[in-house]
Structure formats: structure tokens, C-alpha cells
């Protein structure tokens, strides 16, 4: 088993940036494909970001293309999430996931695919 926990949420202004990351423990020499997700109140869970275990592949939600950026360090023990141009909208608390892999470019995108996950860090986007 892995562990995840997520760090670096807080509140931001509408327009500012910050970084989240995700720390991962236990077996972690296995191959793990990450994800980060999200879930605002009183909507479902949504897919925001994903990276393949080798960090080649990386796959984004339309709504954050172009503002944020999935990345992972070389040992394989963290991942992060750089938000950009942070809108009111990406306020929601976000997840990291993780899910054992035996191909180093397989991605998912769909929370039912996601065997690990963390608690969650809070974003808050004001306006």
C-alpha cells in the first residue's frame, strides 16, 4: 500500500497562483500512476489532472488546460500541481490519487480508477 498526503492549499486571490503537492509513502517502489481531483461543495468529484508513472504522459480537465501543470519529482515520492490564473470556480478541495501501474505511460481519468487517495487540501479562490 502507498500513502498520500496533500499540502500547500490556502487562499488565494481570483488571478494568483499557488502550488499544491502530494507526498507519497509505503510501497513506493512500485509503479504508481497519480492523479489529482477535486470536489467543490455540493457537486461530484472531478478529474482535474493525471501523470504517468514515468512523468512523460500527463493529461488535463479542459477547464484547467493551459492554467495548471501535474508534475512529479524523480524518485518518484512526490507529485505536485502548479494552478495558475486561479479562478473563483477552482475553489473545491483537491485530491491527490494514486493507482499501481505496470505500464510507465498509462494515465486514467476517471476517480473510480484511483485505488489510493489522501485527505485533501482545501483552495479558495476569492474574488
Known amino acids: 500500500q502507498v500513502q498520500l498526503v496533500e499540502s500547500g492549499g490556502g487562499l488565494v486571490q481570483a488571478g494568483g497562483s499557488l502550488r499544491v503537492s502530494c507526498a507519497l509513502s509505503?510501497?513506493?517502489?512500485?509503479?504508481?500512476?497519480m492523479g489529482w481531483l477535486r470536489q467543490a461543495p455540493g457537486k461530484e468529484r472531478e478529474f482535474v489532472a493525471a501523470?504517468?508513472?514515468?512523468?512523460?504522459?500527463?493529461y488535463y480537465a479542459d477547464s484547467v488546460k493551459d492554467r495548471f501543470t501535474i508534475s512529479r519529482d524523480n524518485f518518484k515520492t512526490a507529485v505536485y500541481l502548479q494552478m495558475n490564473s486561479l479562478k473563483p470556480e477552482d475553489t473545491a478541495v483537491y485530491y491527490c490519487?494514486?493507482?499501481?501501474?505496470?505500464?510507465?505511460?498509462?494515465?486514467?481519468?476517471?476517480?473510480?480508477?484511483?485505488?489510493?487517495w489522501g485527505r485533501g487540501t482545501q483552495v479558495t479562490v476569492s474574488s
Open positions: 490519487a494514486a493507482v499501481e501501474v505496470s505500464s510507465s505511460s498509462r494515465i486514467y481519468f476517471q476517480s473510480a480508477d484511483y485505488d489510493y
Open positions: 509505503g510501497r513506493t517502489l512500485s509503479w504508481y500512476a
Open positions: 501523470i504517468s508513472w514515468s512523468g512523460g504522459t500527463t
